[in-house]
């Protein structure tokens, strides 16, 4: 058995991470991505970070299972082939800036008149209008704005910290691909296409907003709690871990853990609601007793208790990983020009309709030929225009 | 025309936060949710962070849209109604730990024996099986075996450090609202129902991977600095920006900005690829002179310049932010019960088939009565239910 999206083609205008990643999944689905590029250098994240074969390490896991066209957009004759992979597509996306693709005549409307039920997706870092929609974005920009950066500020020192990975772009595309989905499910049942808008902000604060925001939800005069998500890590005798209680039951097996049953009736402590308010004050005995353990002891203790807890693993740890490891997160494969490499398996295990990798992330235009062919262009006019410059 | 998933049904039996958040981003696309908790307190996490009205603030923004059923699933007589649910209802999804569903009779098989085409969601901390299958999962501590923590490590202390907000489930759940919507998409095409597997552990590190695992993508390839040094976070005369450079034309701009005319000179820094290892001398020099200037005056000049740069918004700042005002980003609703409460709309625009919020979160069994009634359930029935204590 096939994906869940056999049989849906998606044109994928976008670069970097907002739009790439979120067509991976799609990819990964079973659809028929097809990248298209400009002739030359293509995408931006071609280069970025650590690079192999003349492909960087990042782009070639979230463009894998699509297939590169190189197409000159401003030429008129690179317009018109855009326009017949439209008609072939059930999908397109992009992410330039604001107004760039009606400029260019590859926007909603260009593309309704080739395709009617065609779903569109424009993502954009702010939105399409307002005080920063032409601002360059790039994810720190966003983290900025829509707050992760500030909720992320270091407690006793007030400096902001970023979150060190491309948090918002990536959760621009986890939204992306549900709009997708929505749109197709819609089509499928409804009959219609649309246009559909995710602006990298809104994706984030929607993301960031039910626990990050809890004490700016209620307005008014709800009283405040310490806020979620400042976890404390302790230091064991040889380095850190996570030890977590949310149940009653769990503080309990906290105190058996650390043996200190003198706390386990503590009032300030014995109830959730409580606990909450407490929770710098349990914070500081916890931390005295955990110290007198190594990790793997004290991951033992409270495992043994039933109590969330694991060592902190390191980007070399996870590939070593038992639970990652049981689970066959990661795939190792031979990138033809980047050669040996790993790469997630996608992450949602269908029972009858599996997701799958099936090829690498491909060089600049490396299926032009291949992808133009198929909607019916002649080898004498690819050639054609190959000659002219259009595909690069 | 309403939402994407008018007239999709979820049965949603998860609790805290992995589960709740997607079933949300359904509900926001129009799915009709009926949240099914035990008699009683219900979800835990009706009682995290700021509480008002015996309902926390988290609680109420990831539970909007959803009606509420209360039912002791081991009272005798139950089961019989639960599958009188699952009849009416398109998507199962539950979180309980592994094996539990099954264990208590209402697992994928016992629902599709009454349901054919039903999409069974089954969402785990670590996977069904493997060494830490059994384990309590709570969000830190799959950031920690994920390498979230590991990945935001202090740089100079090599400290592990928390992403400080739900990250993993949120991520787990919003891989979980793609399961679930490819898996409708399916449905619809004709491939029928299917059991869908989600592990908050894989999803993490499958959203973590492509840019935070770039050095450990390329196998054998040496390591290079992690894409998080293009990171910036500086301190202005009266606050903090964030700021990056990428490209030739962004890091000319920043040197322009700056009135660094020597840095934008010299060869070493000439090009992206040669500029990664040099990140943090660049990001002194440049932060040397962010802070002799107002962050007004510093987001002027990048902007000016074309540099992507931001102020970063605290959690207060938020709300007044121009473009999320513009954007129209935040609802505020006056709620009899709850007061006013405001929260994100939903995030993806959908212009022909619109996501919408059409009412807060329910009270523990709020719809019994109502939800019951109309999948068939007369008044006799329910009264003589009832005095059985199904509905605690």
């Known amino acids: 058995m096939h994906g869940c999206l056999h049989g849906i083609r998606i044109v994928d205008m976008t670069a970097n991470v907002s739009g790439p990643f979120g067509t991976a999944m799609l990819g990964d689905m079973g659809a028929d991505v097809i990248k298209v590029?400009?002739?030359?250098?293509?995408?931006?994240?071609?280069?970025?970070?650590?690079?192999?074969?003349?492909?960087?390490?990042?782009?070639?896991?979230?463009?894998?299972?699509?297939?590169?066209?190189a197409l000159d957009l401003q030429s008129a004759e690179g317009k018109e082939a855009f326009l017949k992979l439209v008609a072939s597509a059930d999908v397109v996306t992009q992410n330039f800036r604001p107004g760039v693709v009606d400029r260019l005549g590859v926007g909603y409307e260009a593309c309704k008149a080739v395709k009617k039920d065609i779903i569109y997706i424009s993502i954009s870092g702010f939105g399409d209008s307002g005080p920063h929609a032409g601002d360059s974005v790039y994810d720190p920009v966003i983290q900025a704005v829509s707050g992760y950066m500030g909720v992320q500020t270091e407690p006793g020192t007030d400096k902001p910290m970023p979150v060190r990975t491309i948090v918002c772009d990536k959760i621009a595309s986890m939204s992306v691909t549900q709009g997708v989905l929505g749109a197709l499910f819609a089509r499928e049942r409804f009959g219609m296409g649309q246009h559909v808008k995710i602006a990298m902000l809104d994706a984030s604060l929607a993301f960031l907003w039910p626990d990050a925001m809890s004490n700016h939800t209620y307005m008014g005069d709800a009283p405040r709690m310490p806020e979620m998500g400042i976890y404390h890590l302790p230091a064991s005798k040889d380095g850190y871990f996570v030890g977590f209680v949310v149940t009653d039951e769990q503080f309990q097996g906290l105190c058996r853990a650390i043996e200190r049953p003198d706390i386990a009736n503590d009032p300030r402590f014995?109830?959730?609601?409580?606990?909450?308010?407490?929770?710098?004050?349990?914070?500081?005995?916890?931390?005295?007793?955990?110290?007198?353990?190594?990790?793997?002891?004290?991951?033992a203790r409270f495992q043994r208790e039933k109590v969330p807890a694991a060592k902190i693993n390191n980007r070399v740890d996870i590939l070593s990983d038992p639970q990652i490891l049981h689970n066959g997160m990661i795939i190792e494969t031979e990138h033809p020009d980047a050669g040996p490499m790993r790469t997630p398996r996608p992450p949602i295990i269908f029972g009858e309709t599996p997701s799958s990798i099936r090829r690498h992330a491909p060089q600049v235009g490396a299926h032009t030929e291949e992808v133009l062919a198929e909607v019916g262009y002649s080898a004498g006019d690819i050639a054609a225009m190959r000659k002219k410059g259009v595909l690069g | 025309m309403s939402g994407a998933l008018q007239g999709v049904r979820i049965l949603d039996l998860t609790i805290n936060v992995s589960g709740p958040f997607a079933t949300g981003i359904l509900g926001d696309m129009g799915a009709d949710v009926l949240k099914l908790e035990e008699p009683g307190p219900g979800d835990l996490a009706r009682r995290y962070g700021p509480m008002r009205d015996g309902m926390a603030a988290p609680f109420a923004v990831m539970n909007r849209n959803k009606r509420a059923i209360a039912l002791d699933l081991n009272a005798p007589g139950a089961k019989d109604l639960f599958f009188r649910l699952v009849k009416t209802v398109d998507v199962v999804i539950q979180n309980f730990r592994p094996g539990v569903m099954d264990r208590i009779g209402l697992g994928y098989e016992h629902c599709r024996a009454v349901k054919d085409d039903i999409i069974y969601v089954s969402l785990s901390g670590f996977g069904e099986t493997g060494p830490l299958s059994a384990d309590r999962v709570y969000d830190p501590v799959i950031q920690a075996v994920s390498g979230f923590m590991g990945v935001q490590a202090d740089p100079v202390t090599g400290m592990p450090q928390p992403v400080r907000h739900i990250v993993c489930d949120k991520t787990a759940a919003m891989t979980a609202t793609q399961g679930i919507l490819a898996a409708l998409f399916a449905r619809e095409r004709g491939n029928g129902g299917q059991h869908v597997k989600i592990t908050m552990l894989d999803a993490g590190l499958a959203y973590l991977w492509s840019d935070a695992m770039s050095n450990h993508t390329y196998v054998g390839a040496p390591h290079l600095p992690e894409i998080s040094t293009l990171l910036n976070v500086a301190k202005t005369l009266d606050g903090f920006i964030t700021f990056i450079f990428v490209s030739d034309s962004e890091f000319q701009g920043m040197c322009r900005a700056l009135n660094l005319p020597d840095l934008a000179k010299d060869p070493q820094y000439a090009g992206p690829v040669e500029r990664m290892p040099k990140m943090k001398e660049l990001s002194a020099f440049a932060s040397e002179v962010i802070a002799t200037l107002t962050t007004a005056d510093i987001v002027a000049r990048f902007a000016k310049e074309q540099v992507p740069c931001a102020r970063i918004n605290l959690r207060e700042d938020l709300v007044n932010d121009p473009q999320i005002v513009h954007n129209k980003l935040i609802m505020e609703i006056d709620d009899p019960k709850l007061g006013k409460v405001r929260f994100p709309r939903p995030a993806i625009e959908f212009s022909k088939t619109p996501s919408s919020v059409r009412s807060m979160a329910p009270k523990v069994g709020q719809h019994t009565d109502e939800i019951l009634r109309e999948i068939g359930v007369s008044a006799d029935e329910l009264a003589t239910l009832k005095s059985k204590g199904l509905f605690g």
Do not use: H
Not at chain 1, 44 to 50: L, T
């Open chain 1, 37 to 69: 590029e400009a002739p030359g250098n293509g995408d931006i994240s071609r280069r970025y970070g650590m690079m192999r074969g003349g492909m960087a390490a990042a782009f070639a896991v979230i463009n894998r299972n699509k297939r590169g066209v």
């Open chain 1, 270 to 299: 014995v109830e959730t609601v409580s606990r909450q308010k407490n929770q710098k004050a349990l914070n500081v005995i916890f931390a005295a007793e955990v110290a007198k353990y190594t990790t793997n002891e004290i991951v």
